[in-house]
């Protein structure tokens, strides 16, 4: 799989409030801790740290939670 996403990429995922808009921060290909939760990223299973637009808060998503806008 090619990379779907790449730093500064405007994008958009559903939460529970509905959905949000964002920009990718960077690819996670290694563990790591988001406010507190974890994140069991991969080379082989990257996730995505991105910051919403509205709040400025960070998350990290699965490609497949993504979508470019």
Do not use: C, R
């Amino acid at each position: 799989m090619t990379d779907a996403f790449q730093a500064g990429d405007k994008v958009q995922w559903n939460s529970p409030q509905g959905t949000v808009h964002g920009t990718v921060k960077k690819k996670l290909t290694a563990h790591a801790t988001i406010k507190g939760h974890e994140v069991a990223a991969s080379p082989d299973n990257p996730e995505y740290l991105v910051v919403s637009d509205k709040t400025g808060a960070e998350a990290a998503h699965k490609a497949a939670a993504l979508k470019k806008t």
